[in-house]
T-cell receptor, first 114, second 112 residues
C-alpha cells in the first residue's frame, strides 16, 4: 500500500545546480501538488496539477518547474538551485479537489542548498 | 487573503494531561477546516475535519469544533499519550485544494 512516494528523501546541492524531486502515487488521483515547508510558515503551495498534461502555479512557483505526463507521476524540477530553496518538500494528491477533500502526503524530501 | 493562525509551540505535556492547541482563521465565505498531523519521519496525514459551522470533527480521541462566531477550530484531547507526540497543523480550504492554507504547525511532545 504505497500511497504517495517521494524520492530522494535527502539531497544536498550547490548553488546553481539542478535537480528533480520525484513524486509518484498509486491511488489513481487526478489532483497532485507540491508544497514546501519552512520553519514558522507552514506549508505553501508551489505548483499543482488537475490531471495529465495540465499544470498551474501555486503561491510560490518561482524557481521551480513541473510537468505531468502521466496520472501517476508529478516531478518537481529546480533549474538553478538557490540557498532560499533550502526546505522540506512535500508532494500530495487527492481524488476530491473540492474544499472538503483530504490530501494524501508523501514522506517529504529535505533539500539543502549550499 | 485567507489565513490560519495557530498557537506557537513547542508544547510539552505529561502523559494523560489535557491538550488544547488553538487555531483561528480568517477567510471569505465558508471554508472547510482541517487538522493534519505529522509524526516523526512521516508526511502529513488528516486527523479530522469539519466542513460547516458547528460541526465537530473527531478521531483517535481528538476533537475540534468549527466555531464561526469566534472563527476558531481548537484541537483538544482529554488524555494524551506518548504516541501523540507529533507536529499538528491547522488548515482551511475555502473553494478547493489549490487555496488550502496551513498554519505554521505546533510541535507536541508528551513525556511518560
Amino acid at each position: 500500500n504505497a500511497g504517495v512516494t517521494q524520492t530522494p528523501k535527502f539531497q544536498v546541492l550547490k548553488t546553481g545546480q539542478s535537480m528533480t524531486l520525484q513524486c509518484a502515487q498509486d491511488m489513481n488521483h487526478e489532483y497532485m501538488s507540491w508544497y514546501r515547508q519552512d520553519p514558522g510558515m507552514g506549508l505553501r503551495l508551489i505548483h499543482y496539477s488537475v490531471g495529465a498534461g495540465i499544470t498551474d502555479q501555486g503561491e510560490v512557483p518561482n524557481g521551480y518547474n513541473v510537468s505531468r505526463s502521466t496520472t501517476e507521476d508529478f516531478p518537481l524540477r529546480l533549474l538553478s538551485a538557490a540557498p532560499s530553496q533550502t526546505s522540506v518538500y512535500f508532494c500530495a494528491s487527492t481524488r476530491d479537489r473540492g474544499r472538503t477533500g483530504e490530501l494524501f502526503f508523501g514522506e517529504g524530501s529535505r533539500l539543502t542548498v549550499l | 487573503g485567507d489565513s490560519v493562525t495557530q498557537m506557537e509551540g513547542p508544547v510539552t505535556l505529561s502523559e494523560e494531561a489535557f491538550l488544547t492547541i488553538n487555531c483561528t482563521y480568517t477567510a471569505t465565505g465558508y471554508p472547510s477546516l482541517f487538522w493534519y498531523v505529522q509524526y516523526p519521519g512521516e508526511g502529513l496525514q488528516l486527523l479530522l475535519k469539519a466542513t460547516k459551522a458547528d460541526d465537530k470533527g473527531s478521531n483517535k480521541g481528538f476533537e475540534a469544533t468549527y466555531r464561526k462566531e469566534t472563527t476558531s477550530f481548537h484541537l483538544e484531547k482529554g488524555s494524551v499519550q506518548v504516541s501523540d507526540s507529533a507536529v499538528y497543523f491547522c488548515a482551511l480550504s475555502a473553494y478547493n485544494n489549490n487555496d488550502m492554507r496551513f498554519g505554521a504547525g505546533t510541535r507536541l511532545t508528551v513525556k511518560p
